[in-house]
């Protein structure tokens, strides 16, 4: 009853974006509309007008959060639904959904040290995980500075900020920490919102962003994106070759690409502590979930046609807001995966 | 036009008697709004304190009491309790209403006893445009002026200078971050004055100039004449603004959500992050991703609801007694 009447909710609003779009542009009938990840709207809006201005179709996306494009989709109220969180093949096939990676991002670890630079400090997942779980709690702390003989560490507490609201960004967060670390497996475990040990919680990117510009001796995470736009200082991070990475474009695609794609149906795959010398160990892709038999044919194909030029040459696009484009051999997969189960 | 005459009376007493049950008719009609009108109040409230409990029905089956004194909140084993976000609530209203009182009550003072007269429309108009800031903007001014400020100057000092003292220390001891219970506590009480005071100020100009004047002819300072006059003759109203104020703070949302740290620890100090019940809510709703998540989230909203009756019902319930031991004083 209770998520009845929550995705009614939702429902309605969708309907009501959707229908105000209609009045706006009557001519268009078979506008795409999807809803999900807050991630991806930035460049889903840039990759909807330009395709708006190349082919004259319109792309509604309402950016509601993982959840709720779950929800959406699920309700087939949207053509699309955008998630950061893979659904498994199994729950897929239950409601007879096709999902497929549209963009690479990832999880960054930022820090208020002053007099730090961006890309000094140096950080192996079990430290994270440690400081995270509450167990490291000072900057000084043998584990770190071991980790960063150059860097002069102050005796200071570690402040640990966390996202406060439920996010994919949480999500490839929490699922690297249990990778790297036995004891954040048992105790905390991983999913868009968990149960920290530590530290305080901040609504969003920004939220973070803002506790950790304002508190000295934090450490938080946000999307790369968002540490690039506002120069954060992020920190390297030791990858599973023991390579120490700094967080941009080409670590991230390097993650992306050594991830083996064809391994799980659906591109079911979270490709977070990815193998390769430069793959940086936090990436994570966003996924678009559509009905494999839709009810309405004709607007899925017309989303998947957008899709298709969004993978093709919406790169540029992607490249100048700092998304990460897929590697070319997953854009081909996506497209086989496409003629194969999308009718 | 004579022989009309007794006609022309009966017309007028048909007509006195039509009159009449139109009168009765329009009467009842303005009855009837004027009841659906307050029982629209009573069926919203009715309707929305069972819809939330029935949206909650599932935490509160799946883990029932324990739900009250649970402090787990963990969306990955499913586990919820609602004690952190209850204490969290509680205890940055109570700090807020510390705060908001005696400044709210000496605002209402200043503006009717002894601000000259040209000031007091210019600050009291201010006052009420207080009340109209946008809570997000409370939350915005706290975190990047007030946390910083706190940070550097008030959190250090209390830790150095009280948290050592032997019962109260454990509240003032912590890292200073600058956000928590305190921080909250203060946004929400800068953000309650507004209410109460233009509350106070407009009830104690309802007292009579003639008890004012008695008061003072007999000698009074102005400090006796509102705490002996001004205060007992307006008590009830004066009350009724503090349990305003109070409703507001237990329910604030976006300001808190800013300055509170949204940590799901229970910890005893006002220095340490924490959670209420309207932030937890307003963090999590939309990302809530199983039904018992986003059904104990609907049941924390329940219990903001018994929460916030409970403490006027207790509010009511002193007032109460206040009057009667004022009444046999008296006698």
Redesign the interface.
């Known amino acids: 009853m209770s998520v009845s009447l929550f995705s009614s909710f939702k429902k309605q609003a969708a309907v009501l974006g959707f229908t105000t779009l209609l009045a706006a542009d009557s001519v268009h009938a078979a506008d795409i509309s999807g809803a999900g990840s807050s991630f991806v709207y930035p460049i889903l809006s840039k990759w909807s007008a330009s395709y708006n201005a190349k082919t004259g179709e319109r792309v509604n996306y309402q950016s509601i959060g993982s959840g709720g494009g779950i929800a959406q989709i699920k309700a087939a109220t949207v053509t699309f639904g955008a998630s950061d969180m893979p659904l498994r093949p199994e729950e897929l096939e239950k409601v007879g959904l096709a999902q497929f990676p549209v963009v690479i991002g990832g999880v960054v670890p930022v820090v208020n040290l002053p007099g730090v630079k961006a890309g000094e400090i140096r950080f192996t997942g079990p430290v994270i995980a440690n400081i995270f779980l509450g167990k490291i709690t000072k900057w000084n702390d043998p584990a770190i500075t071991s980790l960063n003989p150059k860097v002069r560490l102050p005796d200071q507490k570690i402040t640990v900020v966390h996202r406060s609201d439920g996010s994919g960004t949480t999500f490839n967060w929490a699922n690297y920490l249990s990778k790297v670390s036995p004891e954040w497996k048992t105790k905390v475990g991983e999913g868009t919102s968990v149960q920290w040990p530590a530290g305080i919680g901040g609504k969003g990117n920004e939220g973070v962003a803002a506790y950790v510009n304002q508190i000295k001796g934090s450490l938080g995470y946000v999307e790369l994106a968002y540490a690039l736009q506002n120069k954060m200082t992020f920190t390297k991070v030791k990858n599973k070759s023991g390579h120490f990475v700094d967080p941009s474009l080409e670590t991230f695609q390097a993650g992306a690409a050594s991830a083996d794609w064809t391994e799980q149906p659906d591109f079911y795959e979270i490709i977070t502590d990815a193998p390769g010398k430069a793959s940086w160990p936090i990436t994570a892709s966003v996924f678009v979930l559509m009905y494999k038999q839709p009810k309405d044919a004709a607007r899925s194909a017309e989303a998947l046609k957008f899709f298709k030029w969004a993978l093709e040459e919406g790169q540029n696009d992607a490249q100048s807001l700092d998304y990460v484009a897929l590697p070319a051999k997953l854009v081909e997969q996506i497209e086989t995966y496409w003629a194969k189960e999308i009718k | 036009m004579f022989k009309s005459y007794p006609a022309l009376a009966m017309d007028r007493s048909d007509q006195a008697s039509s009159r009449d049950r139109h009168d009765k008719r329009a009467d009842m009609l303005f009855h009837l709004v004027v009841k659906g009108c307050a029982l629209l109040v009573l069926i919203a409230l009715l309707g929305a304190a069972f819809s939330m409990l029935?949206?909650?029905r599932?935490a509160f089956a799946t883990f029932g009491w324990k739900f009250l004194w649970s402090s787990?909140?963990?969306?990955?084993?499913r586990k919820f309790g609602a004690l952190v976000p209850i204490y969290g609530t509680l205890v940055t209203a109570l700090i807020a209403m510390i705060i908001a009182v005696p400044v709210s009550f000496g605002i209402a003072l200043f503006l009717t006893e002894i601000a000259p007269v040209w000031l007091r429309t210019p600050v009291a108009a201010a006052i009420e445009l207080l009340a109209g800031i946008p809570s997000i903007i409370y939350g915005m001014w706290g975190?990047?002026v007030f946390?910083?400020f706190m940070?550097e100057h008030v959190d250090p000092w209390l830790d150095e200078n009280l948290g050592a003292l032997p019962i109260t220390g454990p509240l003032f001891q912590g890292?200073p971050?600058?956000?928590g219970m305190l921080t909250a506590g203060i946004v929400l009480g800068i953000m309650v004055i507004p209410f109460v005071a233009s509350i106070m100020r407009e009830v104690f100009l309802t007292v009579p100039s003639e008890i004012k004047e008695s008061s003072y002819a007999i000698g009074s300072t102005t400090w006796e004449v509102v705490w002996d006059v001004v205060l007992p003759y307006t008590r009830s109203a004066v009350i009724g603004g503090i349990f305003l104020g109070l409703g507001r703070a237990l329910g604030e949302t976006m300001a808190v959500?800013f300055v509170l740290?949204?940590?799901?620890?229970l910890s005893a100090s006002l220095l340490e992050?924490g959670n209420s019940i309207a932030?937890t809510i307003?963090?999590?709703f939309?990302?809530?991703?199983s039904?018992l998540y986003?059904?104990s989230l609907?049941a924390l909203g329940f219990l903001l609801f018994a929460v916030t009756f409970i403490v006027l019902a207790v509010a009511r319930l002193m007032l109460m007694r206040l009057a009667k031991r004022a009444g046999e004083n008296r006698q």
């Open positions: 029935w949206g909650g599932e787990d909140w963990d969306a990955v084993q975190l990047f946390v910083p940070a890292a971050i600058g956000l959500t740290g949204n940590a799901h620890l992050p932030a307003a963090n999590e939309t990302e809530a991703d039904p986003l059904s609907i």
